[in-house]
């Protein structure tokens, strides 16, 4: 994330390592572009559903809009003015430049005049240079600090889903935006099973299409609790034919957790 922090000092300190960008840089790209499928995967039956963006968890997933419409993203928030999402949502790598975020919307439903949990502009972005450099993929994840007219949004819990413990076949709930659901103009959720994963990414069977890079995955952490985030859907893979086998995203590692705590606590 284009500053990097460290939860465990006594103040926030920022690593060279990381590379601050800001919304200076223009863009022209169109992330998740409407009418492109090729970063999601709808694998066989679409078992997506609509869900209501004004209630929780669902009012903490957000609609990420650009300049001229030019596509869709979603994301999820960590604390009342922060959004985590992937980093391909933030930056294009094609141009080499910042993507032109118009606004960003938690719990949209398709009312941007009057939006019901009110809507936020950029202040600036984070992102990973093991991505923005090196092209990794396991660091596709950007942070948001925003400026927003709801103050009292409700924000999703996270955490590291430890490489001990096997939690292969949990069910996993996707939430987002997708392109092919009334263009992205309202939030539809899919369950699924965690296939895999590592230190740095999860795979799953979660359906998704364009528009859901940047969704949060979540673990249902039962009696009565809130979801728990353990990562950032950024990706799908389809066979020879283009048929969806399997979609893929960021798992969050111990050093990222600490990072977006880092950034929550900023101003």
């Not at 930056?91 to 809507?119: C, E, H, M, S, W």
């Not at 413990?165 to 899919?190: C, H, M």
Request: charged share 15%; with cysteine.
């Amino acid at each position: 994330m284009p500053a990097h922090y460290r939860h465990n000092t006594p103040h926030l300190a920022l690593f060279a390592s990381l590379v601050a960008l800001t919304l200076a840089m223009q863009a022209h790209a169109q992330p998740d572009t409407l009418t492109d499928n090729a970063y999601e995967s709808v694998i066989g039956f679409d078992s997506r559903y609509a869900v209501d963006a004004n209630s929780y968890p669902y009012t903490a997933v957000a609609r990420i809009t650009y300049q001229n419409d030019a596509g869709a993203c979603s994301g999820w928030f960590s604390s009342t003015n922060t959004l985590v999402t992937a980093g391909h949502c933030i930056f294009d790598k094609t141009t080499g430049q910042t993507l032109n975020i118009n606004a960003v919307y938690p719990g949209y439903g398709g009312n941007r005049l009057t939006p019901v949990n009110g809507v936020c502009t950029v202040k600036k972005t984070y992102l990973y240079p093991e991505w923005l450099t090196n092209n990794d993929s396991a660091f596709d994840i950007g942070i948001i600090k925003l400026d927003c007219t709801r103050k009292d949004l409700q924000p999703l819990s996270y955490a590291y889903l430890p490489d001990s413990i096997d939690f292969r076949n949990v069910t996993l709930t996707i939430s987002g935006y997708p392109a092919d659901k009334n263009k992205a103009e309202f939030q539809w959720a899919g369950q699924g099973k965690l296939l895999d994963y590592n230190t740095h990414f999860l795979t799953y069977n979660n359906d998704t299409n364009g528009g859901m890079s940047g969704s949060p995955i979540w673990l249902d952490a039962g009696n009565g609790k809130p979801p728990l985030v353990i990562g950032v859907h950024t990706t799908g893979f389809s066979d020879a034919n283009g048929a969806g086998t399997l979609n893929g995203g960021v798992h969050l590692t111990q050093q990222m957790t600490a990072d977006i705590e880092a950034v929550n606590k900023l101003p």
